[in-house]
């Protein structure tokens, strides 16, 4: 009933930039927290960057100050900027979100299909 659908991912080089989208569509009443996880051969998923409703932020220690979360309440879409990326940034980027779909105080936890994220050296 709720999906959440992301654009952005690709090659670059180091040092380049991407930046990530990620819509939720479908029968939403409102959005709470959201994030960015990604995984990369042979390791764990890990948190990228995590965003409020408030717009309060956190971020992995490793991309803080390269990368930046925000979110247009409006459009239902957060989006992640990546700058000065570094080869350990390849992965697969998987968009997360908890939203409520119907008229109770119920927040249920959705993920998107990832997109992956290419950096050469």
């Known amino acids: 009933q709720v999906q959440l659908v992301e654009s952005g991912g690709g090659l670059v080089q180091a040092g380049g930039s991407l930046r990530l989208s990620c819509a939720a569509s479908?029968?939403?009443?409102?959005?709470?927290?959201m994030g960015w996880y990604r995984q990369a051969p042979g390791r764990q998923r890990e948190l990228v960057a995590i965003?409020?409703?408030?717009?309060?932020?956190n971020y992995a220690e490793s991309v803080k100050g390269r990368f930046t979360i925000s979110r247009d309440n409006a459009k239902n879409t957060i989006y992640l900027q990546m700058n000065s990326l570094k080869p350990e940034d390849a992965a697969f980027y998987y968009c997360?979100?908890?939203?409520?779909?119907?008229?109770?105080?119920?927040?249920?936890?959705?993920w998107g299909q990832g997109t992956q994220v290419t950096v050469s050296s």
């Open positions: 479908g029968t939403i009443v409102s959005i709470n927290n």
């Open positions: 997360n979100a908890w939203v409520k779909s119907n008229s109770g105080n119920f927040y249920t936890e959705y």
């Open positions: 965003i409020t409703r408030a717009r309060g932020t």
